[in-house]
């Protein structure tokens, strides 16, 4: 079945960076999109990044673009997500998820059990 | 940006009762249109996408409706296991945007 399994969160200081990883397995990672989402303490769901079956397409959402990077090994069916310049703002449970569709993107299916990011001083 | 409106913020109902959840675009979305299920402490869960499509392995008693700018969440007989949060999310263009969730709490 299909799993994705995220990795890399903890307590990092304002300004500071912090990697996390999704493992997939269970489907043919090199023909999905990936998405993170995350949700922030007490609030909603929150769109953060998503990346093309074959990263040739990337967009973040704008409270992170120029701080986030995504990137995929489709080799290792990882994806990841390099937070740079973090705030507390940015404190949340991240989640990776798979595109529902082969082809065109944009809903999410399945989610991991996320991974929890505290900004924190 | 889309903006999706949710309402109610939170709906108290019994189990066995009927709910209906509704969420509001602030430009048309087409169909774009997909629910989500959150439980506390779980990863969500797609319940329905191209606002009406039930997605693999979820119950019959939920049921979407609707295209352009309003849409409805129906369950039609609520099982202990519905009270969670759920969210509406469009995909209709960047960036991907959710509504601000329904909680669908035991009365």
């Known amino acids: 079945q299909v799993q994705l399994v995220e990795s890399g969160g903890g307590v990092v200081q304002p300004g500071g960076s912090l990697r996390l990883s999704c493992a997939a397995s269970g489907f043919m990672f090199s023909s999905y999109g990936m998405n993170w989402v995350r949700q922030a303490p007490g609030k909603g769901l929150e769109w953060v990044s998503f990346i093309r079956y074959d990263g040739s397409t990337i967009y973040y959402a704008k409270s992170v673009k120029g701080r986030f990077t995504i990137s995929r090994d489709n080799s290792k069916n990882t994806v990841d997500l390099q937070m740079n310049s973090l705030t507390t703002e940015d404190t949340a449970v991240y989640y990776c998820?798979?595109?529902?569709?082969?082809?065109?993107?944009?809903?999410?299916?399945?989610w991991g059990q996320g991974t929890l990011v505290t900004v924190s001083s | 940006e889309i903006v999706l409106t949710q309402s109610p913020d939170t709906l108290s109902l019994s189990p066995g009762e009927r709910a209906t959840l509704s969420c509001r675009a602030s430009q048309g979305v087409s169909t774009y249109l997909a629910w989500y299920q959150h439980k506390y402490g779980q990863a969500p869960r797609l319940l329905i996408y191209d606002a009406s499509n039930r997605a693999t392995g979820i119950p019959a008693r939920f049921s979407g409706s609707g295209s352009g700018t309003d849409f409805t969440l129906t369950i039609s007989s609520l099982d202990p296991e519905d009270f969670a949060v759920y969210y509406c999310q469009q995909r209709s263009s960047w960036p991907l945007t959710f509504g601000g969730g329904t909680k669908v709490e035991i009365k």
């Open positions: 998820a798979k595109d529902l569709y082969t082809s065109g993107w944009g809903f999410f299916d399945p």
